[in-house]
C-alpha cells in the first residue's frame, strides 16, 4: 500500500462505514413504505438529523433537494439554507466541473466517488472524497442522486507534507536515522544515492556500530547528547561507508520532536560529501595554521595548552612545560634586509623548532618574532635541556641575503607545571602563558640568548595566589550575605562638627571578625565583581536612609565598572523616584581614574545625579588628569584631594604647592575640597590656613559600624 492510500485509509475507514451504514438506512427507511409519505418523509428527517457526515439529495437538475447539516456546514451554510441552492452556487462551477463525472454517473444509476479541491463561495476551500449514487425513491424525484461528502483537507495537507518531505530527503544522497535517549537506532531511511546497508542489521543497533567506535567517542557522542537536549550540530568525519571502508560524511544532528512537542530522541543525517569535508579541513587547518611557517597559530597554541591543562587537573597527565620564545636582535634583520629577510629568517626558525620539539609537543608561532613550545609530560630537567638545544640551535642559523650575514639569538622563558600545581593554582591558558612571558622578558633585559625559569616563589605567583584567595572571599562574603558596612566621618575643618559619613565596605570573617578590604577591592575590580558590590552597597544604604530618617547625609563610592553600568543608573533612578527626600541626604565619589577611563559614562552618570538632587564628589583628586575643562563638564559639588598628597604637605614643600593650586582652581570653579588622610592637628591647621574646608582622617575619627551622626 501506498504511504498516500495508508493515511487515506487510517483516516477514514471508520467514518465511511458509518456514513455507508447510515446512508443505507436512510434509503432503506424512506422506500419502506410507500403508501405513508409523509410518515418516510418524517423518518428521513429525523436520520439527516442524526448523520454527522455531509449528506444530500440532488436533483438530476443540480437542485439540491434535502441535506442535513454537516453538508449545510461543510459549503459554509446554514442549516435549511442548502436546500433549493443549485450545486453550483454551492461548490462554484469549478467545483460542479469537477464533479459533474460522477454525478452523471450515479444518474446513469452506477455509483462512482471522487478525491477533489472544492472552493466554494461561502467557505474555504477544502479537500474532499465526494460519493454519488443513485437516489432511487428515497428522493421522491425521478434522476436523483445521493450526494455524500467527507471533508479530507487535514489529511490532504498531511499528505502533502510526507511527499515534500519524502521528496526533499530523496533529492539528497544520506542516510537518515531516528535515535532513542540510549542512543540505539530506532528507525533508518535511505534516500537518493547513499550506500544502502542492511537496516535490519541496523535497527536497534549502537550509534557506535553504525559510525564506528572511535567517531563515536571522539566525534558524535557529546553532540547527539546535545541533541537529545535540543541543541542540533554540524560535524565531519569519516564514517562506514557500507563496503568495509569508510568514506567522508557530512553529519548533522538535531532533536526529533514527538506529537506533545516533547524530545522523543535524536534525528542523526549522514550526508557523503568529500568534496565538502575536504574544504572544510582546509578551513580548519588554515584557522589553526601560521600562514608564513606552517606552524601552529596562537589559536591552535591556546587550545592545546588548555587540553593539557585539563588532563593535569583530571590527573590523565603529570603536567607539562612551556616555553616562550622571542628573538633578539629580530628588529636589526628586519630593518638592514628588509620583510623578505625576515620572513625567510622566521620560516628557519621554525623549521628547526619543528625538528626538536614537534615529536612530543606543540609548536606554534604566536605572533610576530613570538614562537612557543607546548612539551606534554616534561619535568624541569628535560624542559631546561630542551631550551638550551634551542638557544644554541638558532643562535648557530645564518642566513645569507643580498649579500649580507644574518644572525638572530633567541630569549627562552619556561613554566614547568605538575597537577599539583596545577590544581593549586587553578591556572587558565592566559595565566601560563603570562608567567612563561614574564620569565623570557626578564632573560631578554639582562642581554638576551638567556633561559630563565619561572619559579614557583616568583612574587608574581605569590601575588596570583593573593589575588585568588581575594576573589574567593568575596565571592562567598557575597554568597553568605556577610559584607556589611562601616562609616568615616567628613568633618569641618574649622569647627570639627561632622558633616557626613563615607560609607565603607567591610567583611565579616569567622567568628564576626572584620576583615579591611584591602587588596579585595582592587582584586574584584579585576575579575568584574564590583558591579555586584556596588549593588549590594547601595541597596543597602538605600534601604537604611529609607527606614532610618536619622541617618545622612552620606557619601558612597562607585568603582569604574559601575559608572558605565545603565542597569545601575536604571535602578538607581527608580529608587529615587519612590522616595524623591533620599537624594538630598546623598553624595556619590567617583575616582578620579575611574572617570578617566570613560569620560563620557561618567558625565552622563554626574548628569543624572545632578538631576535627582544628589551631590557628587571626585574622590583621590590630585593624579594630575583631570582639567579644569574637565572639572567644569562634570559639574562636582566635591574634590577630594588624594591621601598621598596630603600625608606629607607639612614636610614637603612640593606637595604644599600642590594643594595650594587646587585650593585656586576648585575656588574658580566654584567647587569645595575635602583632604583626605588627615592624621595630625598641624595638618589639619595647614589645610585650613591653605583654604581646605573639609578633612577626613584618623585624626577625626577611624571608620566605625554605620550610625547616625
Known sequence: MSLDAAVHAASCREERLLTDSARNTLLASSASDPEDPAGADARLDDLLRLLPQPFAFVSGTGVVLRANAGFAELFGLGLGCAAGRSLAD????AGLHRLRPVLEAARAGVPARTETWLAPPHAEPCFAEVACRPAGRAAGVEGAVVVLAHDLTEQAQVRARLRFAEQAFAALS???YLIGPDLRIRAGLCAGGARQRSQADEAGAHVADLVGRAVFDNVLEAPLRKALAGRPARLYALVPDGDDGAGDAEIHVGPFVGEDDAIEGALLVLRSDELACQRTRELERLAMEDPLTGLANRRAFQKSLEEELTKARTGISEGFALLAIDLDDFKALNDRGGHAAGD???????????ALAAERGCVARLGGDEFAVLRYGADQDEANRLARSIVEALEAIRLEWDGALFRVGCSIGVAVLDRQFVRTMNATAKDVLHWAD?????GKATGGGQVRQFQVGDPLLAARRDDLANVATVEQALADDRLTLFAMPVVDLATGTPVMDEILLRVRGEGERILRPGGM??????????????????????????GEPGLGPVSVNLSAQTIGDPLFLETLQARL???????????FELAETAVARDTVAAATLVATLKDHGCRVAMDDFGGGWSTSAHLRQLQLDWLKIDGSIV??????????????????VARELGIDLIAEHVEDPDTADMLQDLGVAMGQGFLFGEPAPWRAL
Open 577 to 587: 523616584a519612590l522616595n524623591p527626600r533620599l537624594a538630598a541626604r546623598l553624595c
Open 438 to 442: 614574564q620569565a623570557c622578558l626578564t
Open 174 to 176: 544520506g542516510r537518515a
Open 647 to 664: 600625608r606629607t604637605i607639612a614636610s614637603d614643600p612640593v606637595q604644599h604647592a600642590v594643594v595650594k593650586g587646587i585650593v585656586c
Open 90 to 93: 454551492l461548490v462554484g462551477e
Open 344 to 354: 625567510a629568517m622566521l620560516c628557519r626558525i621554525a623549521a628547526q623548532l619543528g
Open 521 to 546: 577591592i582592587a582584586s574584584a575590580e579585576r575579575h568584574g565583581l564590583m558591579r555586584r558590590i556596588d549593588h549590594w552597597v547601595i541597596d543597602g544604604v538605600l534601604d537604611r536612609l529609607t
